[in-house]
């Protein structure tokens, strides 16, 4: 995995606040103190983020990168068990009050994110009861989606969370190009990289994405929607509430939770 490298800094703009679902609901003190103690970073692919029960010292709001929480196992295999992207925060061990984490975080798909100090969080969250609010009800969310993921690893076809997986990206982002390799989605899904293979090369042939020198191209959300399995429902359903105020938002309240039915029959049962 790559080491946490130093990336471009810039300064944070209420323009960029805006593209954080949890950053553009807090309140104008809240927004004040983020404006002038963070950072705005473009991250790169696979950037470390935090590293297992090493203190964590930075809190990052995702703007269309996506950030992946995975659980190492002993003999250096690895399973993704969250995502985070424009509509959370990382570091949830601080909310609980821990200092550390026992999984591994590191950026899946590059982009912007705003980074703040970890004592600055705190200190946010000790002294906003809305902000602290709001990301409680973030961390349900977060929650109960794992929940869900865990039983569709288990119950459905890796075509199905193929599906899933990608439009849960494609949500996140501010392109139909999605930077990822075959073996690095493998490692997602937590299958062999051949499953992931047959299950993308499906869903290439039914015009639903393309691939090509390690990026994924989405061509059809409605055919993928209808490819997915129910947990991506699911997933718009925990997050609707947090999503639904951001600009330009694909999960809105009028139509969280619907799918597009496309002409495509579901494969992979």
């Known amino acids: 995995m790559a ?7 810039l300064p944070v703009t209420p323009s960029a606040l805006r593209q954080n679902a949890i950053l553009n609901a807090v309140g104008d003190a809240t927004a004040a103190v983020v404006l002038e103690r963070g950072a705005l970073l473009k991250l790169a692919l696979r950037q470390q983020i935090y590293e297992s029960e090493q203190p964590i010292d930075e809190v990052y709001f995702p703007l269309d990168a996506v950030l992946s929480v995975v659980a190492r196992m002993q003999d250096g295999s690895q399973i993704e068990i969250g995502t985070i992207g424009r509509e959370g925060m990382s570091a949830f061990p601080l909310l609980m009050g821990a200092s550390s984490t026992a999984n591994v975080c590191y950026c899946q798909v590059r982009g912007e994110a705003i980074r703040i100090p970890a004592a600055v969080f705190r200190e946010l969250t000790a002294t906003d009861p809305a902000f602290r609010q709001l990301l409680d009800r973030y961390l349900q969310a977060y ?3 794992l929940g869900q993921l865990a039983a569709c690893n288990r119950l459905h076809s890796v075509y199905e969370r193929c599906a899933r997986w990608l439009l849960m990206t494609h949500d996140r982002v501010r392109s139909d190009e999605i930077p990822l390799t075959h073996e690095f989605l493998a490692m997602m899904l937590g299958t062999g990289r051949s499953g992931v293979t047959i299950a993308a090369s499906t869903l290439q042939q039914a015009g639903f994405m393309k691939y090509s020198h390690g990026t994924i191209t989405i061509l059809d959300r409605a055919g993928l929607e ?5 947990c991506y429902e699911v997933a718009q359903q925990q997050f609707e509430g947090v999503l639904r105020a951001m600009p330009g938002a694909r999960v809105k309240k009028a139509d969280a939770g619907k799918r597009t039915r496309g002409s495509a029959p579901r494969r992979g049962r």
């Open 3 to 9: 080491r946490k490298r130093g990336p471009s800094i």
């Open 226 to 230: 209808n490819a997915a399995c129910e």
């Open 143 to 145: 929650v109960n989606m």
